[in-house]
């Protein structure tokens, strides 16, 4: 019962503070080990208030997968297996976007065929039915951490690397977008915060980066749900805010699940 008790707490807690953030993404690392090199970009996206949480798949064993059990302990803590946890399958429910920053032969050859059986493969064939956004790292060799240590080899033959090359394509045409791995952080800030107005970006940046779409005015001084009831609206369009303008939490939530853009400009036009 107090275990139920304090899963129930931590579970509204959690709830609470993902509402304060600009979003949330999962990053996907080969081992426990992998992340090291991302701190600085840990730092990024706490600094534009994303929320974060790391899965490390040391060893990748069949017997996890049997298991389909995985979860996450809270914003910018670890994965971890558990008997109380949601499936491989599920865990893209509770994010923005999915981060795998690097990707084998064999988990892009899944991926691009539509094959699942793996952990990463089955991550991200949920994310894309989902619509979330799914973003891989391009400067990768294509082989294991793992087999790169026991094999004492950093690159693909030939042959493969052009069969790599190809299941890279054909994951773009699904919609899966490629970064540098040291480019990550900022591909999630402008994907998640755009709409909102944050990262310091000014007016001519923003209407470059939000052209499409209709163009909505507001001139209260506060947001609510109640708008979005009484407009009609479609993906792409930006809503004109008087500068200062508060938007409440509940309208923040709407703006998002409907991808509409928010432009706060000053009395005067």
């Not at 929320?51 to 490390?56: E, G, R, S, V, W």
């Not at 400067?139 to 299941?167: H, M, Q, T």
């Not at 310091?200 to 470059?208: A, I, R, W």
Request: hydrophobic share 40%; with cysteine; aromatic share 8%.
């Amino acid at each position: 019962m107090v275990e139920s008790v304090v899963r129930e707490v931590i579970q509204s807690i959690k709830a609470q503070r993902e509402k304060e953030n600009n979003g949330k993404v999962l990053f996907v690392f080969c081992d426990s080990s992998a992340h090291e090199l991302f701190t600085d970009q840990f730092i990024k996206l706490k600094n534009a208030n994303i929320a974060f949480d790391t899965l490390f798949l040391d060893g990748e064993t069949s017997s996890w997968i049997g298991l389909q059990q995985v979860e996450s302990s809270g914003a910018s803590n670890v994965i971890a297996a558990d008997e109380y946890a949601p499936s491989a399958m599920e865990l893209p429910k509770g994010y923005d976007g999915i981060i795998i920053p690097e990707i084998d032969l064999d988990n892009a050859a899944r991926v691009a065929t539509g094959l699942k059986g793996s952990i990463k493969s089955e991550i991200i064939f949920s994310a894309s039915l989902l619509q979330k956004f799914i973003l891989v790292g391009e400067d990768v060799p294509g082989i294991k951490r793992s087999d790169r240590r026991c094999l004492k080899a950093i690159s693909l033959p030939v042959p493969y690397r052009k069969l790599f090359d190809e299941y890279v394509k054909q994951m773009n045409e699904l919609g899966i977008s490629f970064s540098p791995q040291k480019d990550l952080a900022d591909v999630i800030i402008k994907k998640l915060c755009k709409g909102l107005g944050v990262n310091g970006q000014n007016k001519q940046e923003y209407l470059e980066n939000h052209s499409k779409g209709n163009r909505l005015s507001y001139t209260k001084k506060l947001l609510t749900a109640d708008w979005f009831e009484s407009k009609s609206y479609r993906p792409n369009d930006t809503i004109y805010l008087p500068k200062g303008t508060i938007i409440s939490p509940l309208a923040k939530d709407l703006l998002k699940a409907n991808k509409l853009n928010v432009l706060f400009v000053k009395k005067d036009g």
